[in-house]
């Protein structure tokens, strides 16, 4: 049986809300799929110790930078570094697919950067993007491209 994991972090729900809709959704389409979520906003807060993921994961990463604009100014992540630190925790990063990045795009230029960044620290691709809570076609897509990569 296949398993994969989507190792996210949320500070205001919406992160975790397009995550139990996409688990919803790749386990309808993919019958005896595992999907584990992994919270880690909820390990830092139990004091829990970070760990291997063994299996292939994706990585969900809503944008906190602080002020700025994100071209000379504002390039710098604030609140969600802990999922940095869980990625680059053990050998986590070579089971990495890739991350998705979310915001808001009244940030305009400082857009998802945090998952840009993200990209080019550990060398995994940005899959894709998406805008506050997601709509339904974002999961499907999201969801599809999960899919494929695993090949599910
Ligand atoms: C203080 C603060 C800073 C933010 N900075 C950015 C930003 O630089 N770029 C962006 O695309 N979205 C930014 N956002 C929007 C969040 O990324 C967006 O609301 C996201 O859906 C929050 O996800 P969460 O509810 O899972 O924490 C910011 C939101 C807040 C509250």
Redesign the pocket.
Known sequence: MKKISLVY????????SFIKRLTAFLQENHEGLEVEQVNIKDLVKEGQAFFAVNNPFVAFL????EGGN?VDT?DVE??TNDLGKFIAFADNVQNCLGIVG??????NN?????AKQYAERFGFPVLDTF???GLQNDIQRIGQKIATLYQL
Do not use: H
């Open positions: 972090i949320s500070l205001s729900g919406n992160t975790e809503p944008t906190y930078l994100g504002g604030i609140l979310s915001g808001n795009r009244n940030f400082q857009y998802c950067l945090t805008e506050l809570r």
